[in-house]
T-cell receptor, first 113, second 112 residues
Framework: NAGVTQTPKFQVLKTGQSMTLQCAQD?????MSWYRQDPGMGLRLIHY???????DQGEVPNGYNVSRSTTEDFPLRLLSAAPSQTSVYFC????????????FGPGTRLTVT | GEDVEQSLFLSVREGDSSVINCTYT??????LYWYKQEPGAGLQLLTY?????DMKQDQRLTVLLNKKDKHLSLRIADTQTGDSAIYFC????????????FGKGTKLSVIP
């Protein structure tokens, strides 16, 4: 298993540009989520999905869209990038139910100028 | 709402024990986790404890849970330079929520 993969690893955008951060997992996990990590802020949940076709907002959803058309993929879209979205983005997945382990991808480092 | 607090920095000498502390607010949390993040990498699950346990030991790692005080600690025995990383405490409310709440992370520096 490749686990959770994320592309790209690094990205620089100009203010107002759009882009999609890709996330895929090959473990057949129902639950997937996106976090952002900022210095001194820990990880904050952006959006999550409990299965294909179902998404919901986390703590900091503004400026981001998600969709979940397949179990494997959970892309995160920035429609109009802002400097405040400069961050490191992590995708994670886990099985539903009482499983304790959440698997994280390696992260995408995004800079918006 | 839920909140998880950790001190931001800890410095120890190689060979000593490290103790990283965490407090949380959600008394209904089912699992509490410790994640490790090395520079430039994602988060790796280090260990976890179920809410009906007081202690869990796993090789050099000891997790203590005081539910009354909502206090969680991670002790690393014989700390090595490879243990230098950021350690995150996280709580899982369970009951189908799946939304982990993370602390801000404790940066552990190990002095050779």
């Amino acid at each position: 298993n490749a686990g959770v993969t994320q592309t790209p690893k690094f990205q620089v955008l100009k203010t107002g540009q759009s882009m999609t951060l890709q996330c895929a997992q090959d473990m057949n996990h129902e639950y997937m989520s996106w976090y952002r990590q900022d210095p001194g802020m820990g990880l904050r949940l952006i959006h999550y999905s409990v299965g294909a076709g179902i998404t919901d907002q986390g703590e900091v959803p503004n400026g981001y869209n998600v969709s979940r058309s397949t179990t494997e993929d959970f892309p995160l879209r920035l429609l109009s990038a802002a400097p405040s979205q400069t961050s490191v983005y992590f995708c994670a997945s886990r099985v539903s139910g009482d499983s304790y382990e959440q698997y994280f991808g390696p992260g995408t480092r995004l800079t918006v100028t | 709402g839920e909140d998880v607090e950790q001190s931001l920095f800890l410095s120890v000498r190689e060979g000593d024990s490290s103790v990283i502390n965490c407090t949380y607010t959600d008394s209904s949390s089912t699992y509490l986790y410790w994640y490790k993040q090395e520079p430039g990498a994602g988060l790796q699950l280090l260990t976890y404890i179920f809410s009906n346990m007081d202690m869990k030991q796993d090789q050099r790692l000891t997790v203590l849970l005081n539910k009354k005080d909502k206090h969680l600690s991670l002790r690393i025995a014989d700390t090595q330079t490879g243990d230098s990383a950021i350690y995150f405490c996280a709580e899982d409310p369970g009951a189908g929520s799946y939304q982990l709440t993370f602390g801000k992370g404790t940066k552990l520096s190990v002095i050779p």
